[in-house]
Nanobody
Framework: QVQLVESGGGLVQAGGSLRLSCAAS????????MGWYRQAPGKQRELVAA???????NYADSVKGRFTISRDNAKNTVYLQMSSLKPEDTAVYYC????????WGQGTQVTVSS
């Protein structure tokens, strides 16, 4: 079993920055890929950014150039640095870890005011 705990969400003005963290604990040997998803009210959950265990990156077009995903394998933590935030980035952000099994965190709210 793997537990994912997100932190770093909050309220920020448009143009500002936030850094999300996702700490993984438990059976960490099964962790392969990690990523961030988000779900805005009335919308489907969507991929924001992902990073594989070998470091390959994938970003949603809407965040390219503004968001950066990274991971610290020694700390079993993945980060999402978000810059130039826009009101449309407002959503609950979820951490996901997938490989043999699929795990999700409980989410952290990010609100960007105009």
């Amino acid at each position: 079993q793997v537990q994912l705990v997100e932190s770093g969400g909050g309220l920020v003005q448009a143009g500002g920055s936030l850094r999300l963290s996702c700490a993984a604990s438990g059976s960490i040997s099964v962790i392969n890929n990690m990523g961030w998803y988000r779900q805005a009210p009335g919308k489907q959950r969507e991929l924001v950014a992902a990073i594989t265990s070998s470091g390959n990156l994938n970003y949603a077009d809407s965040v390219k150039g503004r968001f950066t995903i990274s991971r610290d394998n020694a700390k079993n933590t993945v980060y999402l640095q978000m810059s130039s935030l826009k009101p449309e980035d407002t959503a609950v952000y979820y951490c996901r870890s997938w490989g043999i099994n699929d795990y999700w965190g409980q989410g952290t709210q990010v609100t960007v005011s105009s």
